[in-house]
């Protein structure tokens, strides 16, 4: 049973003298409405020229530049639905929703996707999202790749921690092994 508003759905049930059933399906229903509503003006994803902006953002806030956002997963801890058995149940011990989500450099939201069952990992998330269909069919109009000081072509990327797979428009850092002894490779994942 997920809380709405510090109540648990119970307590809403008796209050309204409402069926069992009839609160997730409200809860639903108010929280799609909100989406639908608020989604453009609060969670937007950038246009063609705005990318170059966010990626400059980057370059300028966290001197890493050709980055047009970070995204990390966020389990958030529920009580599970009847009858789910482990659908909720998490790598760290408790059962919970995920949301994944990506920031520009000065951490505003500019993609969401919540809801996920919390025993998929970030990596099973990111197959299944829009944003990473979007990518692949590249209908996200990001910016061709350009040079760098000291290098050839080079993507606009999106990081991300480990758990998301290495592609030309996903970068991750270096696996800790591969960091021994190579301050270069430190000071790139740190950034």
């Not at 990318?51 to 956002?69: E, I, L, P, Q």
């Not at 040079?147 to 998301?164: A, C, K, N, R, Y």
């Not at 290495?166 to 270069?184: A, F, H, K, M």
Request: proline share 5%; aromatic share 10%.
């Amino acid at each position: 049973m997920i809380n709405f508003l510090g109540e648990s759905q119970e307590s809403l049930r008796l209050s309204f003298r409402t069926g069992q059933s009839t609160i997730p399906g409200i809860i639903r229903e108010v929280c799609s409405a909100i989406c639908q509503v608020l989604q453009n003006e609060f969670v937007r994803m950038p246009k063609s020229e705005e990318w170059k902006v966010v990626a400059s953002d980057y370059g300028d806030r966290w001197n890493f530049h050709h980055c047009v956002g970070a995204m990390d997963g966020k389990h958030f801890r529920i009580d599970p639905p009847l009858s789910s058995g482990s659908l909720y149940y998490n790598y760290k011990g408790f059962c919970s929703i995920v949301l994944l989500a990506v920031v520009d450099a000065q951490l505003r939201f500019i993609y969401a996707d919540v809801g996920t069952n919390g025993r998929i990992s970030d990596g099973g998330i990111w197959n299944k999202c829009s944003l990473k269909h979007a990518l692949d069919h590249n209908t996200l109009h990001l910016p061709a790749p350009d040079s760098l000081p000291g290098t050839e072509q080079f993507f606009h990327v999106i990081v991300g921690d480990e758990g998301f797979p290495l592609t030309t428009s996903v970068l991750i850092p270096y696996p800790g092994e591969q960091c021994r002894n190579r301050i270069d490779r430190r000071k790139f994942n740190f950034r």
